[in-house]
């Protein structure tokens, strides 16, 4: 079923191989001689052929980053790798190789066709990202088992599939079962699936096929709802406020806190934890999570407000610097016509001089115009720091926003901590007197007694205890104001990176606009 290679000398995608390919597959005459002596860029290639060339392995393809098109069949490969780049790939030929396991097309998400025809493979799998394929086919291999039938319904645009020389032909109801398990599969083996062969396989399958349609709704109804949810995760993190609208920071307090959770099993305690944590704690840290929403959403009105307001000043721009190049065009024109009446020498050179000095006008114009745009661009990246100030915690003093909602917020939350810690330390000490008198509540579990064994022990308990709730408060806020420096520098990056560039273009354009 596969090729040998034990008498085959293996060859390696070397360089020099894939200059030859592109080479022999670039254009030809007087073209082909133009593209060999300037070269073709691997990047810029879009169809390569790579096959009868003894290739045991799959690599060096990297740089074909726009190639839509791979054929690679009848060599010596064994395994799929080495395509994690060729994130256009519409077209994948692989046949008569020697693969065993479908792998490493995950990121050929653009993939449309697939052949693996005549390998060594026994299962069909790892194409689940593979959304847009129409045509696979896998004939040749050792396919033997339905399932891998029911594994393609999740390839919902699959119209043709080759099964043909797979042991899974033998099976009873093969073709039934292929019907009945893929109901928008067009062609089975070369051949159409008629409206006869489908109802029969809906008949002989139907129980079968409602109930798992009814389980692949539900899986489909947890995916959509978990993808929501990860939506809207994505949104809270976007506004560094993620799990502030629950209790997860409270909780996280006592997570790590040995000596916090056995204090909380105090009698006396239970009560503090009705009003500590489950209203004026959440009541607060609610307050971060809606502001923090609220000024996310502002942050990118203002950021959308102003790439329009750049795009709109860059349009103006060269729709006026248009205007004055089609102003000019007749001037150009008549120009061309007088040189070709005018005889007297003297005359010539004077009109010529003439069309050059309109030429230069012309041209310090259209630089103006740029200039003056340069200079609008020059003050951008400023502009979304001073919008940031009103709508981003940045945690500096400067930062209004900062200093009345977030950084008042966070202090409310450690002054809550710290009452906490007053009252859990007074019962503590109420506590280790009853346990001098022997007064212990029988309830009370081992391990939480053998916190009360003198008044050090106690004191050194509810501080550590009160030291981890502190930093876990800390933390968050230093999460929220690091996060968001961090944004805020991207930003500002993002924007002089593209006014630098502008910047590039400008004086490229001034260079080129020499008169002589």
Not at 168 to 189: G, H, M, R
Not at 466 to 489: F, P, Q, Y
Request: contains cysteine; proline residues 2%; hydrophobic residues 40%.
């Amino acid at each position: 079923m596969s090729r040998l290679y034990d008498t085959i000398e293996p060859n390696v995608v070397s360089d020099e191989m894939l200059q030859q390919a592109v080479q022999e597959q670039g254009p030809q005459g007087q073209a082909g001689i133009i593209a060999k002596e300037e070269g073709i860029l691997f990047k810029d290639v879009e169809r390569l052929r790579l096959d009868y060339r003894n290739i045991l392995k799959i690599e060096n393809l990297w740089q074909f980053t726009n190639l839509t098109k791979l054929q690679m069949d009848n060599n010596i490969i064994e395994k799929i790798e080495g395509l994690e780049c060729l994130v256009n790939l519409v077209w994948l030929d692989l046949s008569f190789n020697n693969i065993e396991v479908i792998d490493g097309l995950d990121s050929l998400v653009k993939l449309e066709d697939l052949s693996l025809y005549h390998n060594r493979i026994s299962k069909i799998e790892n194409l689940d990202n593979l959304k847009k394929l129409q045509f696979f086919s896998i004939g040749n291999n050792d396919v033997d088992k339905l399932e891998n039938i029911i594994y393609l319904r999740r390839l919902e645009k699959l119209e043709a599939l080759c099964l043909d020389g797979n042991p899974i032909e033998q099976v009873e109801d093969y073709k039934l079962f292929v019907a009945a398990y893929l109901p928008n599969l067009v062609y089975l083996d070369y051949k159409l699936v008629d409206n006869d062969t489908r109802e029969l396989a809906g008949l002989k399958y139907q129980y079968v096929i409602e109930e798992l349609q009814h389980n692949e709704n539900l899986a489909k109804t947890k995916q959509e709802e978990e993808q929501k949810e990860q939506e809207v995760l994505q949104l809270h993190k976007d506004a560094f406020v993620e799990h502030l609208n629950g209790p997860f920071l409270f909780d996280s307090l006592f997570a790590e806190d040995t000596e916090g959770s056995k204090l909380v099993q105090l009698p006396e305690v239970v009560p503090l934890l009705e009003t500590y944590p489950l209203h004026k704690f959440l009541e607060l840290c609610h307050n971060i999570f809606n502001n923090g929403l609220k000024q996310h959403q502002r942050r990118q009105e203002e950021l959308k407000a102003y790439h329009e307001g750049k795009e709109e000043a860059v349009k103006t721009n060269q729709d006026i610097g248009a205007s004055k190049v089609a102003e000019f065009d007749p001037v150009k024109e008549q120009v061309r016509m007088n040189i070709q009446e005018i005889t007297d020498e003297e005359q010539l050179k004077s009109r010529l001089a003439q069309y050059h000095s309109d030429i230069g006008e012309l041209h310090n114009s259209l630089m103006m115009l740029e200039m003056q745009l340069l200079e609008q661009l020059k003050v951008a990246p400023v502009i979304p720091l001073k919008l940031l100030q009103t709508s981003v915690a940045l945690g500096s003093v400067h930062l209004s926003s900062y200093c009345s909602l977030t950084g008042s917020t966070i202090a409310q939350l450690r002054d809550l901590e710290g009452n906490y810690n007053e009252k859990v330390l007074e019962i503590a000490i109420n506590t280790l007197e009853k346990a001098k008198r022997d007064e212990f509540d029988e309830d009370i579990p081992e391990d939480v007694r053998m916190l009360f064994v003198d008044k050090d022990t106690v004191n050194n308990a509810v501080s550590g205890s009160h030291d981890m709730h502190l930093l876990k408060i800390d933390n968050r806020e230093d999460s929220i104001v690091t996060r968001a420096n961090k944004w805020c520098a991207n930003v500002v990056t993002q924007v002089k990176s593209k006014t630098k560039k502008f910047v590039c273009t400008v004086l490229c354009h001034s260079g080129m606009f020499h008169v002589h």
